[in-house]
């Protein structure tokens, strides 16, 4: 059983540049969520995904977007980059309530992408 | 609306000694609630959960948590820290059936020798 795996580890961009975060979902979860956690922060929740829609999301503007694929593999995009957007991001795998051995939002997560914002 | 409060940014401890994180919530609706550890440069690995049913629940590594419904509390404790217990540990909270997980700043746990 693979776990939860993202590229790049680490990436460098620069203020107005977009950037393609990827995911690979732990085999068997159906939902993907993603989470940006700033320097001497929890995670924030940016949104999830299920059966390829966008499930919920939270308090980040438009310019964050996402993808889950049939093999529930993700991605997170970022456009117009702010100097702010610099942190960890990680992504969790898990299985969706009322999936069978799922439904409790234990989630599992992966190394995270360190983006920084010059 | 749901939220999440890590009582104590930096906590420390002596190797041996008891160790003492608290984390308090706000909830409308029976929430799920669990704890994450964090070492440095790496993601967040479940350390225990709690859904329903027992209100003690033991988790990975000699920690266990006490679901309190009457204090809103979800606090973690070890009996006997370990030096490999350093690391930031983060309270979160999921309401029953839903989506988003809600974490708490975060408790870095300092182990002494």
């Known amino acids: 059983e693979t776990g939860v795996t993202q590229s790049p580890t680490h990436l460098i961009k620069t203020r107005g540049q977009q950037v393609t975060l990827r995911c690979s979902s732990q085999s068997g979860h159906n939902t993907v969520s993603w989470y940006q956690q700033a320097l001497g922060q929890g995670p924030q929740f940016i949104f999830q995904y299920y059966r390829e829609e966008e499930n919920g999301r939270g308090n980040f503007p438009p310019r964050f977007s996402g993808l889950q694929f049939p093999n529930y593999s993700s991605e997170l995009n970022v456009n117009a980059l702010e100097l702010d957007d610099s942190a960890l991001y990680l992504c969790?795998?898990?299985?969706?309530?009322?999936?069978?051995?799922?439904?409790?939002?234990?989630?599992?997560f992966g190394p995270g992408t360190r983006l920084t914002v010059l | 609306a749901q939220s999440v409060t890590q009582l104590g940014s930096h906590v420390s401890v002596s190797e041996g000694a008891l160790v003492l994180l608290r984390c308090n919530y706000s909830s409308s609706v029976p929430p799920y609630l669990f704890w994450y550890v964090q070492y440095p440069n790496q993601g967040l690995q479940l350390l225990l959960k709690?859904?329903?049913?027992?209100?003690l629940v033991k988790g990975i590594n000699g920690f266990e948590a006490e679901f309190k419904k009457s204090e809103t509390s979800f606090h973690l404790t070890k009996p006997s820290a370990h030096m490999s217990d350093a690391a930031e540990y983060f309270c979160a909270v999921t309401i029953t059936g839903g989506f988003k997980t809600i974490f708490g700043a975060g408790t870095r746990l300092f182990v002494k020798a």
């Open positions: 969790a795998s898990s299985l969706a309530p009322g999936t069978s051995g799922g439904g409790y939002g234990e989630q599992f």
């Open positions: 709690y859904t329903t049913g027992a209100t």
